[in-house]
C-alpha cells in the first residue's frame, strides 16, 4: 500500500551536517504519521522523530532534540531529517517509516546508513 525509499546516508565527520530523504509512494489514508528509526550494530531498534504529514505536528527523541529536525514537503511526498551537530553514537541505518494513526508503525523502507567518524 505505502512504498518508503531512503536516500542521503553516508560519512560525515563528527559535529557535521547530514540530511536524509524519504520518498513516499502508494499513499491511501489522510490521517498518517511518518517517522524516522535508527538501529546501530548489535543494538535494538530506536524511535528518532515523527511527524504528522497534514499538521506538521512533531515529536523527537531526547537524544537528539535540538539536533535533528523532522519536516516534510506534501508537493514532494517527501519527508526529510536534518542532522546537525553529528556524533559517534549516532551512527546507524536509519529508517523511514509511516502509520496509520493510531495504528503502528507497519511500512518501513530498506534504511540508509549513516557513519559518523572521530
Known amino acids: 500500500q505505502v512504498q518508503l525509499v531512503e536516500s542521503g546516508g553516508g560519512v560525515v565527520q563528527a559535529g557535521g551536517s547530514l540530511r536524509l530523504s524519504c520518498a513516499a509512494s502508494?499513499?491511501?489514508?489522510?490521517?498518517?504519521?511518518m517517522g524516522w528509526f535508527r538501529q546501530g550494530p548489535g543494538k535494538e531498534r530506536e524511535f528518532v522523530a515523527t511527524?504528522?504529514?497534514?499538521?506538521?505536528?512533531?515529536y523527537y527523541a531526547d537524544s537528539v532534540k535540538g539536533r535533528f529536525t523532522i519536516s516534510r514537503d506534501n508537493a514532494k511526498n517527501t519527508v526529510y531529517l536534518q542532522m546537525n551537530s553529528l556524533k559517534s553514537e549516532d551512527t546507524a541505518v536509519y529508517f523511514c517509516?509511516?502509520?496509520?494513526?493510531?495504528?503502528?508503525?507497519?511500512?518501513w523502507g530498506q534504511g540508509t546508513q549513516v557513519t559518523v567518524s572521530s
Open positions: 511527524i504528522n504529514w497534514s499538521s506538521g505536528n512533531t
Open positions: 502508494g499513499r491511501t489514508f489522510s490521517s498518517f504519521d
Open positions: 517509516a509511516a502509520r496509520m494513526i493510531p495504528r503502528q508503525y507497519g511500512y
